[in-house]
T-cell receptor
Framework: GESVGLHLPTLSVQEGDNSIINCAYS??????FIWYKQESGKGPQFIID?????DKRQGQRVTVLLNKTVKHLSLQIAATQPGDSAVYFC??????????????FGGGTRVLVKP | GAVVSQHPSWVICKSGTSVKIECRSL??????MFWYRQFPKQSLMLMAT?????????EQGVEKDKFLINHASLTLSTLTVTSAHPEDSSFYIC????????????FGPGTRLTVL
């Protein structure tokens, strides 16, 4: 999806709870999806990726789910910690194997972890 | 591995001056580098894609004469904001594809440009 508006949706989470961040992507031809974490004043940091031939992938405390039928992507963070407070972006790409293809970023979600 | 640096990390300049931002891949060769602009509370918007030794491809609405991109080597791309104005104030971020790799983009830390 493309970024719209000036206000990032915010997810407030109690420390220790699980977080779920959602993303609707726009291009049915996309075959590679990435979640990035961006802290204030820094560049995006890779969290986890998934290719279109999978519907679930797990990393350390994070899980990405892909539903190609409805073009939906989600990021689950287990046992959310204060250090998880940041803005999270999904990104889509039409060809994982072909370097040089541009990413399209979603609008972002701000996660605030309450102690 | 796959570290991308940007210089400077922040810059303040007067309206009408030009500013150059460098993007370097420190431990890998980059076939393609990308330049993004990010306004406060917004997502990253791709400005242009550059390949070593060839002209950059600009996204629709991005003025190529204002945002000059030079990708002189497999480890360095530069973005020059010419005749900068206050509306050019933004966070500029570059990323790079690894030569011979898949389409993973490794991001730099960003450059904060403030035009007075």
């Amino acid at each position: 999806g493309e970024s719209v508006g000036l206000h990032l949706p915010t997810l407030s989470v109690q420390e220790g709870d699980n977080s779920i961040i959602n993303c609707a992507y726009s291009n049915s031809a996309s075959d590679y999806f990435i979640w990035y974490k961006q802290e204030s004043g820094k560049g995006p940091q890779f969290i986890i990726d998934i290719r279109s031939n999978m519907d679930k992938r797990q990393g350390q405390r994070v899980t990405v789910l892909l539903n190609k039928t409805v073009k939906h992507l989600s990021l689950q963070i287990a046992a959310t910690q204060p250090g998880d407070s940041a803005v999270y972006f999904c990104a889509e790409n039409v060809s994982f194997k072909a370097a040089g293809n541009k990413l399209t970023f979603g609008g972002g979600t701000r996660v605030l972890v309450k102690p | 591995g796959a570290v991308v640096s940007q210089h400077p990390s922040w810059v303040i300049c007067k309206s009408g001056t030009s500013v150059k931002i460098e993007c370097r891949s420190l431990d890998f060769q980059a076939t393609t580098m990308f330049w993004y602009r990010q306004f406060p509370k917004q997502s990253l918007m791709l400005m242009a894609t550059s390949n070593e030794g060839s002209k950059a491809t600009y996204e629709q609405g991005v003025e190529k004469d204002k945002f000059l991109i030079n990708h002189a080597s497999l480890t360095l791309s530069t973005l020059t904001v010419t005749s900068a104005h206050p509306e050019d104030s933004s966070f500029y971020i570059c990323s790079a594809n690894r030569y011979g790799g898949y389409n993973e983009q490794f991001f730099g830390p960003g450059t904060r440009l403030t035009v007075l």
